[in-house]
């Protein structure tokens, strides 16, 4: 099997192309694989990383205001689909497989006019811009809540398949990441984390909940990431405040085993990108979401309500965040184990456990009707 995928701009477009291009590896270690960017996103970094090969078109998204910006991203949505064609019969694909955002468009658009089976992917609880305008021209959207098939143009394409993940975010239970970390049984964990490149708010929050909370309860550790580009501020607040004295807390630039501490984790405050509350949901983890302020359609604030709505989460905007607002949550669910219990039940409701199979035997149903075509 050939498959081109596409997807970039931001991780959250990027890691669910990966996890799917894994899926299609798993089942079929022959397959061809390469992905469609832009010259200078960060898909470059994160693919090529995970050693595929990678193609570039030239695309840009859309501001929300009247600008010459809007006008180049006008004039490159219409040109693109065409180096996108010159890519398709290169390479050659089966099928071609996006992951939303405005890279996806040139790529798809070009795949539906060359008749090639395509489809897209939405993570969000609302379908982005891209995502609803491709629906018409796809063969099949794949979405992560159910909530999304309401909402786009053509619900009769959609099918609910979760968020693809990778398979050691469901490999290991508490204890065994408990003692995997030599994190005692009566500890109450506590993981918060902003992104990998971290959110300003999100620290010094959780700074000051360490300060208020965490340094006089010695039966909570405290394991926090501060993402790269706000370590340094966020480490000089720890120090000056001599958090780094107190013992139950883990002060880090990054998580690089970040499945092993989710599932060693009691309760998670942190971002509600679709990827992390996939993986918060798979996990059955008691949350508390912070949502993004900064991202388009308030995507992040609408899979957090979604959660919320049903009783699976918390949720704080940041421009409600207080110290005793923050702390008084924080403290409730650490207190209520039969609280954590129930939120846990409640966000597996929104987890979709075999999201790789659904996801790889679509892909199969897809290109088996192509090639049923083609004998006719």
């Known amino acids: ?39 200078n996103g960060i898909e470059n970094k994160l693919v090529g990383a995970a050693g595929y090969k990678m193609y570039h078109v030239e695309v840009k998204g ?11 991203a006008m004039f490159l949505a219409f040109v693109s689909p065409i180096k996108a064609k010159k890519i398709i019969r290169e390479f050659r694909p089966d099928i071609v497989i996006g992951t939303g955002g405005y890279v996806s468009w040139p790529i798809l658009v070009a795949a539906a006019e060359l008749h090639i089976p395509c489809a897209v992917h ?14 018409a021209l796809v063969d099949r959207v794949y979405v992560n809540y159910e909530e999304s098939i309401a909402l ?61 909370y965490v340094r006089l309860h010695p039966e909570v550790l405290h394991i926090h990431a501060t993402g790269s580009i706000e370590y340094e501020i966020a480490t000089a607040i720890y120090k000056k405040r001599g958090l780094d004295a107190c013992k139950n807390i883990e002060f880090l630039e990054y ?31 008691a949350a508390l979401f912070i949502p993004s302020p900064n991202v388009t359609d308030n995507q992040q604030y609408k899979n957090a309500a979604a959660i919320e709505k049903q009783g699976g989460a918390m949720l704080i905007e940041e421009k409600d965040i207080s110290r ?14 039969k609280l954590r219990a129930e939120m846990g039940e409640k966000i597996y409701a929104f987890a979709v456990p075999d999201a790789n199979r659904r996801i790889y035997e679509d892909i199969l149903r897809l290109t088996a009707q192509r090639k049923s075509k083609k004998v006719k």
């Open 1 to 39: 099997m050939r498959v081109l995928m596409t997807g970039g701009g931001t991780g959250g477009h990027v890691n669910p192309a990966l996890a799917i291009a894994s899926v299609i590896k798993n089942n079929d270690p022959q397959a061809e694989i390469a992905f469609v960017g832009t010259p």
């Open 62 to 72: 859309f501001r929300r205001k009247l600008s010459a910006e809007n006008l180049r």
């Open 122 to 135: 939405e993570s969000n609880a609302v379908p982005g811009m891209t995502v609803r305008k491709l629906a």
């Open 152 to 212: 786009l143009p053509h619900p009769e394409k959609a099918l609910r398949v979760g968020c693809p993940l990778r398979t050691d975010f469901e490999a290991i239970d508490k204890a065994t990441a408990r003692e995997k970390l030599g994190i005692p049984k009566n500890k109450k964990v506590l993981l918060s984390f902003g992104g990998s490149l971290g959110a300003e708010q999100v620290n010094f929050a959780m700074l000051d909940f360490m300060d208020d």
């Open 255 to 285: 998580i690089n085993d970040m499945p092993l501490k989710m599932a060693a984790a009691d309760v998670v405050v942190c971002r509600s990108g679709a990827n992390t509350v996939s993986e918060l949901a798979l996990m059955k983890k």
């Open 324 to 337: 005793e607002k923050l702390s008084g949550m924080i403290v409730s669910l650490l207190d209520d184990a």
